[in-house]
């Protein structure tokens, strides 16, 4: 039976690839591939090492005293919860804008909860409930919507704000019941000197980090990002992934916001305002690209305690404030072009 | 004699007063590579979206291992094991080969984390089973490193594991230099094997020539010739006998530059 002969007259023979036995394990070289897996959070980590050994070469007194780094570790953990659900929203192709808003409304909710008398527990899961709700509202818009989230998160951050500002008049909160409560204690106090609020933060990142890599919802949000079209066919329920991102960064930025608000025992209208510009430049300095489908938490993370420690670092190092934008800029550039490098192989 | 998996009997599809396609009768054996052949406008990608459910006929009648199905849609498509494999645009190329293996069908455990080394040895399994394998690179690497055909692989892997019978390859090699082709062809091959069938859509004849066990000629909505591999000797036949078909009268004269590939495009 001719039917089944193989036409192998018209084969360029040696151009068949030769099947192998065996993979070439990963693991045989797995230095090798742990760097290149982990490419953009190694740089990421690189840039944060050469930055601190030049603010300590300045200053070696500031920098080997605890007190810099217990300060740090007060205000870092705030924005750690809002910079890794961002990586997942970069990853997924969208921006949100409006997470400043979003922890401000949040930690109204905690305040007023925590006022009326009632559990600071009742008030954390109350700002949970809420972080979700608004976040729930900006995805749908966005998503169901159709907008452009760049603008409609961006519209959604000065329409909850103006929300807050309109019924509060400007008023803060002033919440000094707090320092009593269970809560404060398991979330904000100290523990040997160091804040606990760090822990609690490193706890969400690697959360957060196998979420993002071993993980259902990580991989269909990096697939997402990455194919849209693709993942579409394959049955995946894009516009239902991209909601969820949305979610996400609406509980991490409740979480944010309480945690802000227990810091200092008061609420204020602008609480998280000042957020905006270094959460996102975090995300990006941590080695997730703009374009959408891959990303990295941990990066994410150092890129957040990178920045954070810029504005102590120059200050400590005996520049004045007016370096402080100077440096951020600096250190931006500087990553983005290292991170270019990096990703190379994927573009 | 094979069993036979797919039956299309006398379908016709009308938009309007325009008809894509005039009553084509198409079958695929199990084990069995169907090359179908047609300039542009033939009606190729019509018959495509039919098999898989994305368009309805106008009329006519579907079997499934010779059963008439009633109903005719996406999801009855799948359920016969048909899965469509689009040039490129179907991998997410900046994950693993393992993430676009189990894209939207992720192995997962408890509340849903990934069975990582699971799904790492149910892909290398997959491969191999495709004779898709290399000693550059294992099923976690980045699909964005692999070439045109090693990607074709990727997708072919990919309908596999969602149980297809029947993958319908659009235009495959169209843009594959000789080398990419060889592998896509070693893929197709071991999948025959398997006792899975193909479907291989192109315009170039020589490709189509060289791998398909049946042809079938689709010319303005119809079908203008099926014939087994052992009643056609060359290429040459195949592309003379559509160049009467295309312009009946002779202009065969115009092409006899033997350059296969200008030709066909």
Not at chain 1, 11 to 38: C, M, T
């Amino acid at each position: 039976m001719s039917k089944t002969m193989e036409p192998d007259l018209h084969e360029p023979s040696a151009a068949i690839p030769r099947p192998q036995k065996e993979w070439k394990h990963p693991s045989d070289q797995w230095l090798r591939g742990f760097i290149l897996d982990n490419r953009a959070s190694l740089g990421t980590l690189g840039v944060f090492i050469v930055m601190m050994a030049v603010f300590m070469v300045a200053n070696p007194t500031v920098f080997t005293t605890w007190y810099l780094y217990s300060s740090v570790l007060t205000t870092l953990p705030v924005a750690l919860f809002v910079v890794v659900p961002l990586v997942f929203v970069v990853t997924c192709g969208e921006i949100d804008l409006s997470f400043p808003a979003t922890m401000g409304f949040a930690s109204w909710v905690f305040a007023l909860v925590v006022q009326a008398g009632y559990d600071p527990f009742l008030g954390i899961a109350a700002a949970l409930v809420t972080g979700m709700l608004l976040g729930f509202l900006v995805g749908s818009l966005v998503v169901y919507g159709g907008l452009s989230s760049l603008i409609a998160t961006l519209g959604m951050n000065f329409l909850l704000r103006g929300l807050i500002q309109i019924i509060n008049e400007g008023k803060s909160m002033s919440l000094t019941g707090l320092a009593d409560s269970w809560a404060y204690k398991i979330f904000s106090s100290q523990v040997y000197g160091i804040p606990v609020q760090i822990f609690w933060a490193i706890a969400f990142v690697v959360l957060s980090a196998m979420l993002y890599n071993r993980h259902r919802f990580g991989a269909q949000v990096r697939v997402v990002g990455d194919n849209p079209d693709s993942a579409q066919q394959m049955g995946i329920d894009v516009k239902r992934v991209r909601v969820k991102v949305f979610v996400f960064v609406g509980i991490g930025a409740a979480i944010a916001g309480t945690f802000s608000v227990m810091i200092n025992f008061t609420w204020w209208p602008t609480a998280g305002d000042g957020y905006l510009l270094p959460v996102l430049a975090s995300v990006f300095v941590g080695g997730t690209p703009t374009w959408g489908g891959i990303g990295t938490v941990v990066g994410g993370a150092i890129g957040a305690v990178t920045v954070s420690f810029i504005q102590t670092g120059v200050v400590a190092a005996g520049l004045s404030g007016f370096y402080v934008q100077f440096f951020n800029g600096l250190i931006i550039i500087l990553s983005l072009l290292g991170h270019k490098w990096n990703q190379a192989r994927y573009r | 004699m094979a069993e036979r998996l797919i039956e299309l009997r006398d379908i016709s599809k009308s938009y309007g007063q325009v008809y894509a396609l005039g009553g084509v009768n198409l079958s695929v054996d199990r084990g069995e590579v169907v090359g179908l052949i047609g300039d542009n406008g033939a009606g190729k990608s019509t018959l495509i979206k039919i098999l898989s459910g994305v368009v309805k006929p106008t009329s006519g009648e579907i079997l499934v291992r010779g059963k008439p199905v009633t109903g005719w849609s996406a999801a009855r498509s799948r359920d016969a094991g048909i899965e469509t494999v689009f040039q490129d645009r179907a991998l997410a190329v900046q994950q693993t080969i393992v993430r676009n293996i189990f894209m939207g069908r992720e192995l997962t455990g408890f509340l849903g984390w990934l069975k990582v080394s699971k799904e790492i040895e149910e892909a290398s399994r997959l491969m191999r089973e495709i004779g898709f394998t290399s000693k550059v690179f294992t099923p976690q690497s980045i699909v964005g490193q692999l070439s045109g055909g090693e990607r074709q692989g990727v997708a072919i892997a990919r309908a596999i594991y969602k149980q297809a019978e029947l993958i319908i390859l659009d235009e495959p090699t169209t843009a594959l230099s000789l080398t990419e082709t060889a592998k896509v062809f070693h893929f197709v091959r071991q999948v025959r094997a398997s006792g899975r069938s193909i479907l291989f859509i192109g315009h170039n004849i020589h490709h189509v020539f060289d791998i398909a066990d049946r042809f079938v000629v689709l010319d303005r909505g119809k079908v203008a010739l099926t014939a087994d591999r052992s009643e056609i000797k060359s290429a040459e036949d195949l592309i003379n006998f559509m160049e009467d078909v295309a312009h009946p009268g002779g202009l065969a004269g115009l092409h006899d530059t033997g350059d296969a590939e200008g030709a066909v495009r």
